[in-house]
């Protein structure tokens, strides 16, 4: 069990290198809506109107609080939504 949580925090100390420094090499928090930045950009353009859908459609009290109070210039997720449209 102590292993798995090991491999866990490793994984995680990874993937938050990997953002820090590509937020960095871009100057900006939100690369990963960013579909420019994919090669092949499809599957990242339909990942992230999946997550927007849910994120809109979302009943739950943080995603109900971020939408009325924040606003994000780099998140796409309020472009031509019914939210800020």
Not at 24 to 50: C, E, H, I, M
Request: hydrophobic share 30%; glycine share 6%; aromatic share 16%.
């Amino acid at each position: 069990m102590v292993v798995g949580v090991g491999i866990r925090i490793q994984g995680i100390r990874v993937r938050s290198a990997l953002d820090q420094w590509i937020t960095k090499q871009t100057d900006n928090p939100f690369w990963y809506l960013d579909a420019s930045l994919f090669k092949s950009n499809g599957q990242q353009v339909k990942t992230v109107s999946r997550v927007r859908d849910m994120f809109v459609d979302s009943k739950e009290e943080y995603a109900k609080h971020y939408q009325e109070k924040y606003y994000n210039e780099y998140c796409p997720f309020y472009r031509n939504s019914r939210l800020h449209g």
